[in-house]
């Protein structure tokens, strides 16, 4: 079945930097792309980062571009987020999709001093 378990999540001050990962199993990585949302508390869950299936492509929401960097390594089947320059609006939940459809457990990010 198809399992994703996010991690690497904590607490950062303003202006720091953390990367989460996403490791998948239960069906062939490199045939999907894949997905970063977040969902902070009180609101909905919000698209981050895209990445395709061998990475030749991302797209990004418009607040985190130039901050947040997606990538992937197929050998490992891991997806990463690197945050950088992060701010306290980017407190939430990070979760990682695949076929729209399957959802980690997330992993929480709180920013704040």
């Known amino acids: 079945q198809v399992q994703l378990v996010e991690s690497g999540g904590g607490l950062v001050q303003p202006g720091g930097s953390l990367r989460v990962s996403c490791a998948a199993s239960?069906?062939?990585?490199?045939?999907?792309?894949m997905s970063w949302y977040r969902q902070a508390p009180g609101k909905e869950r919000e698209f981050v980062a895209r990445i395709t299936n061998v990475g030749g492509s991302t797209n990004y929401r418009d607040s985190v571009k130039g901050r947040f960097t997606i990538s992937r390594d197929n050998a490992k089947n891991t997806v990463y987020l690197q945050m950088n320059s992060l701010e306290p609006e980017d407190t939430a939940v990070y979760y990682c999709?695949?076929?729209?459809?399957?959802w980690g457990q997330g992993t929480q990010v709180t920013v704040s001093s």
């Open positions: 999709n695949v076929m729209r459809q399957y």
């Open positions: 239960g069906f062939t990585f490199s045939n999907y792309a």
